[in-house]
């Protein structure tokens, strides 16, 4: 019975060494090319184009309408203080001019973003009041009006997990936040995994029954609920030249399972249970220097469901410019967020 006891006490205190061992050389090999910004407070302005839009498309996809809020341009700012990073940016109104085409959309946007060493999660919350259509087959120059669908509104609310397996070497946090540093090029497999609800709504049918044959639905759509998710492996590189310039890239591609609703008006709700794809592709470039940055990123994520013979989509595409300048901290600027709710010890 001693002996037993001794040799669990060895394995345990080997195994406890083994691990301190382990997160010492992830530590070290990390810092070799990652560089963090422990003393360091940032803050910087972010311009950003997104392309919201869905779209039905019949199965030869011969035939294809794509609606679009007539919002493009969104400005704000990124903070990185007290150890949390954060960004805010509202959507900037269309020219009159702009309206007369594409008629007007009201949004409300809001995305937050948190990124550990090897994971991140992006979280967003759109409702959009205001569309346009777009005709695959008959397209309209650009000064001429499109059709306005004022009484369409959608509301789209997600979140999208990614994990990074090579935590020593890779840091999506200095491609995309500028919260860190990438020294070396490298990359990771990742893991993507994605949970999404699109709710679309209109006063009459989305559109016209001339198109219903054209697309393969006969529903006269007016009201539709579409909730999606998806696991999508991947792969995310960042290559870096003299510690400063870097061009980084991933992409995630997998299944996914789409439970689609569905109805026209005042009939009975029709739903649909499908397998299908997801896309989540990531871009950037710029230069990141020890206390200098700037650089530009691409985001594109794309969900597809079948119903009735045809497809329905919705996407997201966004470009952010960002720039902005990292100050040595000082004073109450030293503190962390988690020194807030670190329980106080008494002796």
Same mark, same amino acid.
């Given at each position: 019975?001693?002996?037993?006891?001794?040799?669990?006490?060895?394995?345990?205190?080997?195994?406890?060494?083994?691990?301190?061992?382990?997160?010492?050389?992830?530590?070290?090999?990390?810092?070799?090319?990652?560089?963090?910004?422990?003393?360091?407070?940032?803050?910087?302005?972010?311009?950003?184009?997104?392309?919201?839009?869905?779209?039905?498309?019949?199965?030869?996809?011969?035939?294809?309408?794509?609606?679009?809020?007539?919002?493009?341009?969104?400005?704000?700012?990124?903070?990185?203080?007290? #150890?949390?990073?954060?960004?805010? +940016?509202? !959507?900037?109104?269309? =020219?009159?001019?702009? /309206?007369?085409?594409?008629?007007? *959309? $009201?949004?409300?946007?809001?995305?937050?973003?948190?990124?550990?060493?090897?994971?991140?999660?992006?979280?967003?919350?759109?409702?959009?009041?205001?569309?346009?259509?777009?005709?695959?087959?008959?397209?309209?120059?650009?000064?001429?009006?499109?059709?306005?669908?004022?009484?369409?509104?959608?509301?789209?609310?997600?979140?999208?997990?990614?994990?990074?397996?090579?935590?020593?070497?890779?840091?999506?946090?200095?491609?995309?936040?500028?919260?860190?540093?990438?020294?070396?090029?490298? #990359?990771?497999?990742?893991?993507? +995994?994605? !949970?999404?609800?699109? =709710?679309?709504?209109? /006063?009459?049918?989305?559109?016209? *029954? $001339?198109?219903?044959?054209?697309?393969?639905?006969?529903?006269?759509?007016?009201?539709?609920?579409?909730?999606?998710?998806?696991?999508?492996?991947?792969?995310?590189?960042?290559?870096?030249?003299?510690?400063?310039?870097?061009?980084?890239?991933?992409?995630?591609?997998?299944?996914?399972?789409?439970?689609?609703?569905?109805?026209?008006?005042?009939?009975?709700?029709?739903?649909?249970?499908?397998?299908?794809?997801?896309?989540?592709?990531?871009?950037?470039?710029?230069?990141?220097?020890?206390?200098?940055?700037?650089?530009?990123?691409?985001?594109?994520?794309?969900?597809?469901?079948?119903?009735?013979?045809?497809?329905? *989509? $919705?996407?997201?595409?966004?470009?952010?410019?960002?720039?902005?300048?990292?100050?040595?901290?000082?004073?109450?600027?030293?503190?962390?967020?988690?020194?807030?709710?670190?329980?106080?010890?008494?002796?």
């Amino acid at each position: 019975m001693g002996r037993t006891f001794c040799w669990l006490c060895l394995c345990c205190l080997s195994l406890n060494s083994a691990v301190s061992q382990n997160k010492e050389l992830d530590s070290l090999s990390r810092a070799s090319y990652v560089e963090r910004f422990m003393n360091h407070f940032f803050i910087w302005p972010v311009l950003k184009q997104r392309n919201t839009a869905f779209s039905f498309e019949s199965a030869d996809k011969s035939q294809k309408l794509t609606f679009r809020p007539n919002v493009n341009y969104h400005a704000g700012i990124g903070v990185y203080i007290f #150890g949390v990073g954060a960004q805010l +940016v509202f !959507a900037l109104p269309a =020219s009159s001019a702009s /309206d007369q085409i594409y008629g007007h *959309s $009201s949004a409300f946007d809001v995305q937050a973003n948190v990124l550990g060493k090897h994971w991140g999660i992006d979280v967003f919350t759109q409702n959009y009041q205001g569309y346009y259509m777009e005709d695959k087959n008959h397209p309209l120059g650009p000064n001429m009006p499109r059709l306005q669908r004022g009484d369409i509104s959608t509301w789209n609310n997600g979140a999208t997990g990614i994990y990074f397996f090579n935590k020593r070497r890779y840091s999506m946090r200095s491609t995309y936040n500028y919260y860190e540093r990438q020294l070396k090029s490298a #990359g990771s497999i990742i893991a993507s +995994v994605d !949970a999404n609800v699109f =709710s679309l709504r209109a /006063d009459s049918a989305i559109y016209a *029954s $001339s198109y219903e044959s054209l697309i393969g639905t006969a529903s006269g759509i007016q009201r539709l609920d579409n909730t999606t998710f998806s696991i999508a492996p991947g792969y995310a590189y960042t290559f870096v030249v003299k510690k400063s310039f870097f061009i980084g890239g991933g992409i995630a591609y997998g299944p996914s399972v789409n439970w689609l609703k569905y109805n026209a008006g005042s009939s009975p709700w029709k739903s649909v249970v499908e397998f299908n794809t997801f896309l989540d592709l990531r871009l950037s470039t710029g230069y990141n220097a020890k206390f200098f940055f700037t650089g530009v990123s691409y985001i594109h994520q794309a969900r597809n469901v079948g119903f009735e013979g045809a497809t329905f *989509s $919705s996407s997201n595409d966004a470009i952010k410019f960002a720039i902005g300048y990292r100050f040595r901290e000082v004073g109450i600027l030293k503190r962390r967020a988690y020194d807030i709710f670190r329980p106080k010890v008494s002796w």
